[in-house]
């Protein structure tokens, strides 16, 4: 393989809000590459029932990798593969969780293969202790008075109590 350039890898998703399950898979990822691009998606569905806008979203992720000179986060409009292809990403970065998760996942790599075939996607499953984290049931626990201190960085906590504090 030439390393001519850095190996950039685009870790895509909706991060209504970032789990620490999402922050571990993150820096795992900057294990495989160079600069790590986490990329949150505007979609209109996700926009409509969604906890923190996009605009939130990016801040807190910004937050949270702030001083991690190797990541940017950014918002994507559109195919995830034109940002890969913008970005001169190798390859795209998804978390597994469990079997359950497989389906989708492979759905969505095999779709974006079809896009375009210049991008490969590489699945990292995240500590074992997030195993069971996903954003949406983040949402619901703190919806419903829960502590989720253990599961959301910090920043997150902080804006999650505020917003239920109102
Ligand atoms: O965190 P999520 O909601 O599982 O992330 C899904 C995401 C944002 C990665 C996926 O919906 C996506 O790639 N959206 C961009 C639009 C696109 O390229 N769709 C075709 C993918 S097969």
């Not at 990822?29 to 806008?53: N, P």
């Not at 978390?95 to 969505?108: H, I, K, N, W």
């Not at 906590?157 to 505020?162: F, G, P, Q, S, T």
Request: hydrophobic share 45%; net charge negative.
């Amino acid at each position: 393989m030439t390393r001519d350039r850095p190996v950039v890898a685009v870790y895509p998703g909706s991060f209504d809000p970032i789990t620490k399950g999402h922050e571990d898979v993150v820096r795992r990822s900057l294990r495989l590459a160079d600069r790590v691009v986490i990329a949150v998606a505007h979609t209109a569905t996700q926009e409509k029932g969604s906890l923190f806008s996009v605009e939130q979203r990016l801040a807190l992720l910004e937050e949270v990798f702030q001083g991690e000179e190797r990541i940017e986060c950014r918002s994507f409009r559109g195919l995830l593969v034109d940002l890969a292809r913008e970005v001169e990403a190798r390859f795209v970065i998804r978390g597994l969780r469990a079997v359950s998760d497989f389906e989708y996942e492979f759905q969505m790599a095999q779709m974006n293969r079809e896009l375009w075939s210049g991008v490969e996607t590489v699945f990292l499953t995240p500590d074992q202790k997030y195993s069971f984290l996903s954003a949406s049931l983040v949402r619901e626990v703190a919806r419903l008075g829960g502590d989720i201190s253990r599961f959301v960085p910090e920043p997150v906590l902080r804006e999650m109590e505020a917003l239920f504090r109102e």
